[in-house]
């Protein structure tokens, strides 16, 4: 069964084992489960059912596998002819989850 899911701020479709990397989940450690409630379309084949723009009822839950960061992305500005650079660096938060199981 496929669905297609909405968390933390992007959409992703999935189906079950699937690992997927996602912004973290605040307040979570590796192992704990995760309900995603927000379910954009679920089903396969005569059974798919689109919501409006949720489905009632419709949920997936996942297990982090780990928390991490991303990759540095080096932010560098600078104004020609006066003097002015900056160099900023980021590293975004990231959780590593594995599909479990989608209720429709």
């Known amino acids: 069964m496929k669905a297609t899911i909405k968390t ?25 489960t995760v309900e995603i409630n927000d379910v954009l379309a679920a089903g396969e084949g005569e059974n798919f059912k689109v919501g409006a ?10 297990k982090v596998l780990e928390n991490k960061r991303g990759k540095k ?15 900023r660096g980021h ?4 959780s590593v989850i594995k599909i479990e199981s989608i209720k429709a």
């Open 53 to 62: 723009p949720l489905l009632a009822g419709a949920s997936v839950s996942a």
């Open 8 to 32: 933390q701020g992007q959409q992703f479709t999935v189906t079950e084992g699937d690992i997927l990397i996602v912004n973290r989940y605040p307040n979570t450690e590796a192992g704990a």
């Open 73 to 87: 992305v080096v932010v560098f500005k600078k104004k020609k002819r006066k003097g002015m650079e900056r160099k």
């Open 91 to 94: 590293r975004q938060e990231l």
